[in-house]
């Protein structure tokens, strides 16, 4: 499985984005597919995630402003991002979890740069 990501940017505070993720291979053994990010000195978090059945979860942070979602026919998953604040700048990565029988491993996407200003 391979993850692009893309649509990452500078905006301003108050402002929106929205990113995309990509897979190509062997999607059809993607169980999830989750948004990341890291900011500097900080660890990676997850933000966002969308399994195989349409359930979604979120970060406390990021509930009622973020949103995920998947467009099957074009294997991408999207994150809306709305209301944005400078404590949401990182770079945020795309991670697909795979299930084959039983192991699971997982994929991801280089990082796009998000950096919201004051």
């Known amino acids: 499985v391979q993850l692009q990501a893309s649509g990452g940017g500078l905006v301003q505070a108050g402002g929106s984005l929205r990113l995309s993720c990509t897979a190509s291979?062997?999607?059809?053994?993607?169980?999830?597919i989750g948004w990341y990010r890291q900011a500097p000195g900080k660890q990676r978090e997850l933000v966002a995630a969308?399994?195989?059945?349409?359930?979604?979860s979120y970060a406390d942070s990021v509930k009622g402003r973020f949103t995920i979602s998947s467009d099957n026919a074009k294997n991408t998953v999207y994150l809306q991002m709305n209301s944005l604040k400078p404590e949401d700048t990182a770079v945020y990565y795309c991670?697909?979890?795979?299930?084959?029988?039983?192991?699971?491993?997982?994929?991801w996407g280089k990082g796009t740069l998000v950096t919201v200003s004051s």
């Open positions: 991670n697909a979890e795979v299930v084959a029988g039983e192991v699971s491993m997982d994929y």
């Open positions: 969308i399994r195989s059945g349409g359930s979604t």
């Open positions: 291979g062997s999607t059809f053994s993607i169980n999830a």
